[in-house]
């Protein structure tokens, strides 16, 4: 059983994010960054009931009704498909109360977290060359309101 907690930024630094670390841009933001997004709304850690953090999942918003929703799952997760899953549908779905649009940008090369974001009804809509300083690219998903 997993439960969900507000999140703090000591939950991701304490977290082994083992054998699934996707890649996305909240993977390479230092300490520092991660305190100054961390006040945003919608940020959550999931953890075990030992207190074990194995998810944080957030949205920072990008402009009025449009954010950017990271998921950074650590190992074990898979453990708990189902429960995460469900706390996923939830938080996406309240994101998409107060946004008419919600994005997540995946590596080009990460086939694990596109599979993912599908999963939970994101649509691929394009990519962005070299998009980073290393010269990636990525690929963006997003999640329409109907509303």
């Known amino acids: 059983m997993i439960r969900t907690r507000a999140f703090h930024v000591k939950h ?3 977290m082994d994010f083992g054998e699934f670390p996707f890649k996305n841009w909240a ?3 230092t300490e520092e960054q991660l305190y100054q997004v961390a006040e945003q709304d919608y940020f959550l850690t999931l953890e075990t009931t ?3 953090p194995i998810m944080v999942i957030g949205a920072v918003p990008l402009s009025i009704n449009v954010s950017e929703v990271f998921i950074l799952p650590g190992k074990g997760w898979t453990h708990y498909t189902i429960e995460v899953c469900r706390i996923l549908k939830g938080h996406l779905k309240n994101l998409t109360i107060f946004n008419h649009r919600i994005q997540a940008l995946c590596r080009g090369d990460d086939e694990k977290y596109a599979k993912f974001l599908e999963m939970f009804g994101f649509e691929l809509e394009g990519t962005l060359r070299r998009y980073n300083a290393a010269g990636d690219d990525y690929h963006m998903y997003a999640i329409i309101s109907e509303g």
């Open 50 to 52: 030992e207190g074990a």
């Open 12 to 14: 991701y630094l304490n």
């Open 27 to 29: 993977s390479s933001l």
